[in-house]
């Protein structure tokens, strides 16, 4: 048995396997991700540990800049709603959202 089986398994069968050992105690107050450690322990699996994703930043765009573009965004999407462009308020608000995201993981950094 694998941890990735283990983690899919419920709170319920997951007690019910960590009855099956005697060095477990307290396995009804336990949280699923607490019996799936103790039990990934006693069966001797490795820690999972999923890599973090890194955030690509573009580093020659300021959040000036940024916060421009995001504004003159707004402008044309409040044209495209009196106009009743659907398509291209829907891009719009894509890109929007996209400089949005920028400048957040800029001030991140």
């Given at each position: 048995?694998?941890?990735h089986e283990?983690?899919?398994?419920?709170?319920?069968k997951?007690?019910?396997?960590?009855?099956?050992?005697?060095?477990?105690t307290?396995?009804?107050?336990?949280?699923?991700?607490?019996?799936?450690?103790?039990?990934?322990?006693?069966?001797?699996?490795?820690?999972?540990?999923k890599?973090?994703k890194k955030?690509?930043v573009k580093?020659?765009?300021s959040?000036?800049d940024?916060?421009?573009?995001?504004?003159?965004?707004?402008?044309?999407?409040?044209?495209?709603?009196?106009?009743?462009?659907?398509?291209?308020?829907?891009?719009?608000?894509?890109?929007?959202?996209?400089?949005?995201?920028?400048?957040?993981?800029l001030?991140?950094a």
């Amino acid at each position: 048995m694998t941890r990735h089986e283990l983690e899919k398994m419920t709170v319920v069968k997951l007690r019910e396997e960590a009855m099956k050992y005697s060095e477990l105690t307290g396995v009804h107050g336990m949280k699923k991700e607490e019996l799936v450690g103790a039990l990934a322990q006693l069966m001797g699996l490795p820690e999972e540990e999923k890599p973090k994703k890194k955030q690509k930043v573009k580093k020659d765009v300021s959040k000036k800049d940024l916060k421009k573009d995001i504004l003159s965004l707004k402008g044309k999407r409040d044209e495209a709603i009196q106009a009743k462009d659907g398509k291209t308020l829907k891009r719009i608000r894509k890109r929007i959202k996209k400089a949005k995201r920028s400048l957040r993981k800029l001030a991140v950094a």
